[in-house]
């Protein structure tokens, strides 16, 4: 699952596909009707992978948000975005406890919502992708925590062949000194 290509261009409706890069914009698909057009660079394009949603502690990133929603869901579309405020601020909140509720709008909850279920149509959550990422991170945290330890024990190998050789060279010294 890739959400860099997938955009969303403030003004319009909906999330679009990044088709290429054009002289002065981008072309763009959307994902509603398919439309293709070229999106300028004057206008906001935001890619929704660096779109986040503040947290009281930290932000949290959009594919965390949708991975929480999709959980919840067992990968179907959640309430409408229509849906009355209340139902969708209880939504949220079970989703995501810790969002700041002075920062985050109603509107971005709609957002939100709209944006995963319009994703989750088109069965683009994959997030065994993810986890194998993850996997291969951890694995190769635990090679490079392994390491030192192996460096550790080679220093006293080495420090041991250097004592070996001082004192051949000491007693060679001796020798020709004699």
Do not use: C
Not at 31 to 57: Q, V, Y
Not at 71 to 84: C, F, R, T, V
Not at 118 to 127: S, T, Y
Request: net charge negative.
């Amino acid at each position: 699952m890739d959400l860099s290509k997938v955009l969303s261009i403030s003004g319009k409706p909906g999330l679009f596909n990044m088709i290429t890069q054009a002289k002065n914009g981008m072309v763009v698909e959307s994902m509603i009707d398919k439309k293709k057009f070229t999106a300028f660079s004057h206008e906001r394009i935001s890619s929704l992978e660096e779109i986040s949603i503040f947290a009281e502690d930290e932000d949290v990133s959009l594919i965390d948000v949708f991975k929480l929603i999709y959980e919840k869901q067992d990968g179907k579309k959640a309430l409408s975005h229509k849906s009355s405020n209340k139902e969708l601020k209880e939504f949220f909140e079970e989703i995501l406890p810790s969002y700041d509720k002075d920062r985050v709008y109603i509107s971005d909850i709609k957002k939100v919502i709209n944006w995963y279920n319009l994703l989750a149509e088109r069965d683009f959550f994959d997030f065994s992708e993810e986890e194998k990422k993850e996997d291969k991170k951890k694995s190769s945290e635990d090679n490079e925590n392994s390491k030192p330890d192996e460096k550790a024990e080679k220093p006293e190998e080495v420090s041991e062949e250097v004592k070996t050789e001082e004192k051949e060279i000491i007693s060679d010294k001796e020798e020709t000194k004699e």
